[in-house]
Each structure stands twice: as structure tokens, then as C-alpha cells.
């Protein structure tokens, strides 16, 4: 009997370090799952119409989830309009502060940081009439 029950322990034992082993695998696979599914988003400013007057740049920020990491991919006529990531003050008052950064190309991706950014076309009439906004960028999902 005792030959039995010395089995029937082994038996356990190595079930045991089976399942352990298995739920394991199992974490690290829905780790790396989540991993795959917290990549940036990428948003299309303005959706069809771009960085453009035609729309209200601060209405088509309402009802999005911005993380710090996200992309926003400006396209724009680079004969009419720019964009400037400036401060909060350059925001409220259409103008640059300095050691604001400008882009002009036409087509411009820019990686938004953790917190407030702030975006207004450099020609204050422009920024005055629509073409800036703000966005508050909260931290990326968990993994």
C-alpha cells in the first residue's frame, strides 16, 4: 500500500507542476496579447476635411480618447495654412510663444505627449477663426 500511495504523490505532484506551468503560459500569452492591442491610435485631424477652417477644429476633439503616444496626422494646403504646437498662452491668444514648434509641409504627424497639447495655425486671423485646438492626453492604457 504504501508503494501506492508514494505513485499516487508523483502522479499529483506532476499534474500539479503541469497545470502550474500551463497558467503560466496562458499569463504570459495574454500579456503579450495586450501588449499588441495597446499600440497608439492614429487620428486623421479633422477626419475628410483636414486641419481646414471648414470644420471647428475644438468640435471634432469632443468625444475622443486621446493617449499620450497617440498620432495626429495633420494634412493641410501648405499655401494656405501651418500648424504650431505651442503653449496653453499661445493657444488662448492665436500666437506663438516662444520655443513653439512649426510645420508647413502640408502633411505633419505629431506624437502627442501626456497631458495638455495645444495646436493653432500661426496666422492670427486663422487661429482666431477656428483653425486650433486643445487636447488633454491621458496616460496610455494598461498592458
Avoid at 502550474?20 to 491610435?41: D, G, Y
Avoid at 488662448?92 to 495645444?118: M, P, R, W
Wanted: contains cysteine; proline residues 3%.
Amino acid at each position: 500500500m504504501r508503494m501506492e500511495t508514494k505513485s499516487s504523490s508523483k502522479v499529483m505532484s506532476s499534474a500539479a507542476m503541469l497545470i502550474f506551468f500551463m497558467l503560466l503560459h496562458l499569463q504570459f500569452e495574454a500579456i503579450h496579447c495586450r501588449v499588441s492591442h495597446s499600440k497608439p491610435t492614429t487620428y486623421i485631424v479633422g477626419d475628410e476635411e483636414g486641419w481646414d477652417l471648414v470644420i471647428s477644429m475644438e468640435g471634432w476633439t469632443r468625444g475622443k480618447n486621446f493617449h499620450a503616444g497617440d498620432i495626429l496626422d495633420f494634412k493641410y494646403d501648405d499655401q494656405k495654412f501651418d500648424v504650431a504646437v505651442v503653449n496653453k498662452e499661445g493657444h488662448d491668444t492665436c500666437t506663438v510663444n516662444e520655443g513653439a514648434k512649426v510645420y508647413s509641409s502640408g502633411h505633419t504627424k505629431i506624437q502627442l505627449v501626456f497631458g495638455a497639447n495645444y495646436f493653432i495655425d500661426t496666422v492670427p486671423d486663422i487661429c482666431s477663426g477656428g483653425l486650433k485646438m486643445a487636447i488633454n492626453a491621458t496616460a496610455p492604457p494598461p498592458f
